[in-house]
């Protein structure tokens, strides 16, 4: 049983279109993270957030922490081709070491 | 300043052999942790350091898998003998301060296990 599901897996759009990528969970998570993973390379942190109803910007990244922290939203404007890559939520627990991955979405931005 | 540094990028080994795997983090950051990525699946936690000690080794998968992190510093995980579910992708990954996730975690490129 899978603890985060993300949903689209794959996304495949033009480029300049919008786009939302989500995470969601039926746990309660104590922080929320987003990262960016290129082929062959590690997971890069985006974002984290914290407070259930929080949003952050990151120039044309929006991410939004669900109110009762359990769900999480990722909304990109006017997608450009260097956007492309997977993009992973991973949530953190209470009394859990470890973040808790969701199998990512892979996102291509069409020039 | 250097990042997180994983040896080898790519082991190829045959059932039953021992592989060992090496973490550098960065300089200063007292957090150590492994991951791995098995095909088709999440990345999992395995477990985590605090300068030398073990604090959570909950995700470990099984006796074949020893972590250590002699002298604080770097860290190594060695498969014996190995499996052919054990291939996938080992992370390593560090933080600076104490407390769950209260600075950026630091990935490293990981290690590409294949066992044959």
């Known amino acids: 049983t899978q603890l985060l599901e993300q949903s689209p897996q794959f996304l495949s759009i033009q480029e300049g279109e919008n786009l939302t990528v989500y995470c969601n969970s039926s746990s309660v998570f104590s922080s929320l993270q987003w990262y960016r993973q290129e082929p062959g390379e590690g997971p890069v942190l985006l974002v984290t957030?914290?407070?259930?109803?929080e949003v952050k910007k990151l120039k044309r990244l929006t991410f939004q922490f669900g109110d009762a922290r359990k769900d999480s939203s990722l909304h990109i404007t006017a997608a450009q081709p260097g956007d492309t890559g997977l993009y992973l939520c991973a949530g953190a627990r209470g009394g859990a070491d470890g973040l808790t991955f969701g199998k990512g979405t892979h996102l291509i931005i069409q020039p | 300043e250097a990042g997180v540094t994983q040896f080898p990028s790519h082991s190829v080994i045959e059932k039953g052999q021992t592989v060992t795997l090496r973490c550098d983090p960065i300089s200063g950051h007292d957090n150590l942790y492994w991951y791995r990525r098995v095909m088709g699946k999440e990345i999992k936690f395995l477990l985590h350091f605090v300068k030398e000690s073990k604090q959570d080794e909950s995700g470990m998968p099984n006796n074949r898998f020893l972590a250590e992190r002699t002298g604080g510093t770097y860290s190594t995980l060695k498969v014996q003998p190995a499996e052919l579910e054990d291939s996938g992708v080992y992370f390593c990954a560090s933080s600076q301060e104490g407390g769950r996730y209260n600075s950026p975690l630091h990935f490293g490129n990981g290690t590409r296990l294949t066992v044959t």
């Open positions: 957030v914290v407070t259930g109803g």
